[in-house]
C-alpha cells in the first residue's frame, strides 16, 4: 500500500521499524518497559497523522498532528535512552532517529502551514 502523502508514509514505514525493535529488545534483550513506552509512541505518530487527514475540521486536522508531533517527540527520547543504556547500537539507534527527526519536521512544516490558513 502507497500513500501520496509522504508523511503518512514515511510514518508508517518507521511504524514497521519500531515494531521491529520491539520484538528485537523484547526476544533479545527482555527488556519490557522501555520496549513497551516505544511501541505505543512510535506507532502512535502515523496512527494520529492518519486520523488527522481524515480529520472534521480544521482544528481537528491541527489537534491530531499536534498529538502525533508530541509522540514523536516522545519516541525520540526513548530511542536516544535505548542508545545510552546500551540497548542498542549506535548505528540502527542513529537510522531510527534521523527517520524520527524527519518525520518531527514534516510535521512542524504541516502543522506551521495549517495555523496559517
Not at 45 to 58: K, L, P, R
Not at 88 to 113: G, V, Y
Request: aromatic content about 8%; proline content about 2%.
Amino acid at each position: 500500500m502507497a500513500y501520496d502523502n509522504p508523511l503518512l508514509e514515511k510514518s508508517l514505514h518507521f511504524a514497521a521499524r519500531i515494531v521491529k525493535l520491539y520484538h528485537y529488545l523484547a526476544k533479545e534483550k527482555h527488556e519490557s518497559v522501555i520496549s513497551k513506552q516505544i511501541i505505543r509512541s512510535g506507532t502512535s505518530i502515523g496512527a494520529n497523522a492518519n486520523e488527522a487527514v481524515y480529520g472534521v475540521s480544521q482544528a481537528d486536522f491541527i489537534a491530531k498532528l499536534q498529538i502525533s508531533l508530541k509522540e514523536t517527540a516522545e519516541t525520540e527520547y526513548w530511542l536516544r535512552l535505548l542508545l545510552l543504556s546500551g540497548y542498542i547500537d549506535e548505528e540502527p539507534a542513529l537510522s531510527l532517529l534521523n527517520d524520527c527527526l524527519e518525520i518531527k519536521r514534516i510535521l512542524i512544516a504541516s502543522l506551521k502551514t495549517a495555523k496559517n490558513k
